[in-house]
């Protein structure tokens, strides 16, 4: 097929370089993605790791994955992280830029001596890997997957294609998102010409535990309509949690919920975990979640970021507050 980024002259180079660097390593390939994976790098890891898989290559993947995201995985293909690395082995690290070790897991990569291979589609990238494909303008990191594996010429299979239409279904909000583009419904297309069992991902990605709901209730009771109404926010702390006995994996489909909410243009959920911060952010039209996340020291996309902040979160709020202000005001800017 094709590659999916036709509109960048060097991504197709870039692609076959990052094939023929994993065709040609004959040791283990250890696959990474990072912290709190979502169904981005969840799903690029399973499918280039059940392609590599189906030739009879080493391929460890160590993740610890989501509840809400476990109906993919088969036993054994996903494995602890690791303590050391084994002997001659690659590093795949997926979705994630590999020169933020802190924010990759599964390894530690800066004990790492070996080549690393990157393939992400973050704008904030630094581009240092041995091979790499990072393409911004790409909506999902599973559609780069997806072009290396038929770089390689490794054969396609529903089980393959299946994860990597989760990559691309989540990343662009079920084709939602303004990041969407004629390439990725075309490597929709191409998924489900192998199989990709997309209803059965819908349907399983619909649903939610009991304590999903009790805890929702409690976090609606925190809601804020802030600048007009122009942002919405709301916070989820361990007290929440301990009430309503749910965990922290029940928080992650909040900020979606947010976005929905009529005239918002920003919408920030806050993990208060006492002495550090943690926010989602997301936006719509011409205002920035990636400006607001990089100003307190995170990253993301233009539509979908997030930073992790220490301190309290009435000390990070007022550094928020700030940021959240400074981007409303460039938006308007921009658009006079």
Same mark, same amino acid.
Request: charged fraction near 20%.
């Given at each position: 097929?094709?590659?999916?980024?036709?509109?960048?002259?060097?991504?197709?180079?870039?692609?076959?370089?990052?094939?023929?660097?994993?065709?040609?390593?004959?040791?283990?390939?250890?696959?990474?993605?990072? +912290?709190?994976?979502?169904?981005?790098?969840?799903? !690029?890891?399973?499918?280039?790791?059940?392609? %590599?898989?189906?030739?009879?290559?080493?391929?460890?993947?160590?993740?610890?994955?989501? &509840?809400?995201?476990?109906?993919?995985?088969?036993?054994? =293909? /996903?494995?602890?992280?690791?303590?050391?690395?084994?002997?001659?082995?690659?590093?795949?690290?997926?979705?994630?830029?590999?020169?933020?070790?802190? &924010?990759?897991?599964?390894?530690?990569?800066?004990?790492?001596?070996?080549?690393?291979?990157?393939?992400?589609?973050?704008?904030?990238?630094?581009?240092?890997?041995?091979?790499?494909?990072?393409?911004?303008?790409?909506?999902?990191?599973?559609?780069?997957?997806?072009?290396?594996?038929?770089?390689?010429?490794?054969?396609?299979?529903?089980?393959?294609?299946?994860?990597?239409?989760?990559?691309?279904?989540?990343?662009?909000?079920?084709? &939602?998102?303004?990041?969407?583009?004629?390439?990725?419904?075309?490597?929709?297309?191409?998924?489900?010409?192998?199989?990709?069992? /997309?209803?059965?991902?819908? =349907?399983?990605?619909?649903?939610?535990?009991?304590?999903?709901?009790?805890? %929702?209730? =409690? #976090?609606?009771?925190?809601? =804020?309509?802030?600048?007009?109404?122009? #942002?919405?926010?709301?916070? @989820?702390?361990?007290?929440?949690?301990?009430?309503?006995?749910?965990?922290? +994996?029940?928080? +992650? !489909?909040?900020?979606?919920? /947010?976005?929905?909410?009529?005239?918002?243009?920003?919408? @920030?959920?806050?993990?208060?975990?006492?002495?550090? #911060?943690?926010?989602?952010?997301?936006?719509?039209?011409? @205002?920035?979640?990636?400006?607001?996340?990089?100003?307190?020291?995170?990253?993301?996309?233009?539509?979908?970021?997030?930073?992790?902040?220490?301190?309290?979160?009435?000390?990070?709020?007022? &550094?928020?507050?700030?940021?959240?202000?400074?981007?409303?005001?460039?938006?308007?800017? !921009?658009?006079?």
């Amino acid at each position: 097929m094709t590659p999916q980024n036709v509109s960048n002259a060097g991504y197709a180079d870039d692609v076959r370089n990052v094939a023929a660097t994993l065709n040609a390593h004959a040791g283990p390939l250890v696959l990474l993605a990072h +912290e709190n994976p979502d169904g981005d790098a969840l799903g !690029s890891v399973l499918g280039l790791a059940r392609a %590599l898989r189906s030739q009879g290559r080493t391929v460890l993947a160590p993740m610890v994955v989501p &509840r809400y995201l476990r109906f993919l995985t088969q036993p054994g =293909e /996903l494995c602890e992280p690791l303590d050391e690395w084994p002997q001659g082995a690659l590093a795949v690290v997926l979705d994630v830029d590999n020169n933020d070790p802190a &924010r990759v897991a599964g390894a530690d990569l800066t004990t790492f001596r070996g080549p690393v291979v990157n393939i992400d589609h973050h704008g904030t990238n630094r581009r240092q890997a041995a091979a790499g494909v990072v393409d911004p303008a790409t909506p999902a990191t599973a559609m780069i997957v997806s072009d290396v594996i038929d770089a390689m010429g490794l054969p396609w299979t529903e089980a393959v294609a299946t994860p990597l239409m989760l990559g691309l279904n989540t990343d662009t909000g079920s084709f &939602r998102f303004s990041s969407v583009t004629p390439q990725a419904f075309e490597c929709a297309a191409h998924l489900l010409r192998q199989g990709a069992r /997309l209803a059965w991902l819908n =349907e399983h990605l619909g649903r939610h535990p009991r304590t999903y709901y009790g805890l %929702l209730r =409690e #976090v609606l009771g925190t809601l =804020e309509f802030l600048h007009g109404g122009r #942002v919405v926010l709301a916070r @989820v702390d361990d007290a929440m949690l301990t009430r309503t006995g749910a965990s922290w +994996e029940d928080v +992650e !489909s909040y900020v979606g919920l /947010l976005r929905s909410a009529e005239g918002a243009e920003l919408a @920030v959920m806050v993990k208060d975990f006492g002495e550090q #911060v943690k926010l989602s952010i997301r936006s719509l039209g011409g @205002v920035s979640a990636q400006n607001v996340a990089v100003a307190l020291g995170g990253g993301g996309h233009v539509s979908a970021a997030g930073a992790s902040v220490a301190g309290s979160y009435a000390s990070v709020r007022q &550094r928020l507050d700030a940021a959240l202000a400074a981007e409303l005001r460039q938006a308007d800017a !921009s658009a006079v």
